[in-house]
């Protein structure tokens, strides 16, 4: 079936360094890609997302390219900040309909001053 | 700007006890969705529900949970007898119906927890 495999974290950065998160999945077909985010106390809220291959979703100086090749969404941010600390988790909604998300287990971010 | 809520926060019940947790989506969306996080494991699937019918299940929703939208505001999912694993975040998420296969969003979460 379909599924989700995220990088283990925690993660800890200082402010301004670059940030990778890596995500990879199996599907078959085209399933859109997406990335969601939670920060402390709130839902989990749409980061950015991409519905083809080599598509590029970006928000908030975040990007994430589509990858069909290596089947991978991963993460970036090239100066991160204090409040990007936050829990961050990949999913996929697969081709055909099914209006589901498939989550990955979600990687904490801590940044510090 | 709109917001998905969800309601108690935490809840504390006994094995074996029903549970009915409620959410309130956001007002025009016609989607709604219930999903589960056990403490340190993905983020699971459970139901899908549109024109007052669920049109996905999961293999987690058997016959002890149930959904309802009692009114036009309303969206429960009910637990009929609790048990220990049952014990997750239990998050409610809606779609507007012209952007459906795009965005849900998510309300911030019920934590129960089964004692």
């Known amino acids: 079936g379909n599924s989700v495999t995220q990088m283990e974290g925690p993660v800890t950065l200082s402010e301004e360094a670059f940030l990778t998160i890596n995500c990879t999945y199996t599907a078959t077909g085209y399933p859109s890609l997406f990335w969601y985010v939670q920060y402390p106390g709130e839902g989990l809220q749409l980061l950015l997302k991409?519905?083809?291959?080599?598509d590029k979703g970006s928000n908030k100086g975040f990007e994430a390219t589509y990858r069909k090749e290596t089947t991978s969404f991963h993460l970036e941010k090239g100066s991160v900040q204090v409040s990007d600390s936050a829990v961050y988790f990949c999913?996929?909604?697969?081709?055909?309909?099914?209006?589901?998300?498939?989550f990955g287990k979600g990687t904490k971010l801590t940044v510090n001053p | 700007e709109p917001e998905v809520t969800q309601t108690p926060s935490h809840q504390v019940t006994q094995m074996g006890q029903e549970v009915i947790l409620r959410c309130v989506p956001i007002s025009n969306h016609l989607y709604f969705y219930w999903y589960r996080q056990i403490l340190g494991q993905k983020v699971e699937f459970l139901v899908s529900f549109y024109n007052n019918e669920i049109s996905e299940k999961s293999e987690i929703f058997d016959d002890q949970f149930s959904v309802e939208r009692p009114d036009g505001s309303n969206f429960t999912l009910k637990i009929r007898s609790t048990k220990l694993e049952d014990s997750a975040m239990y998050f409610c998420a809606s779609s507007d119906p012209a952007d459906r296969i795009d965005t849900q969003y998510f309300g911030p979460g019920t934590r129960l927890t089964v004692l």
């Open positions: 999913a996929l909604r697969s081709q055909g309909g099914s209006e589901k998300l498939v």
């Open positions: 991409a519905t083809k291959a080599d």
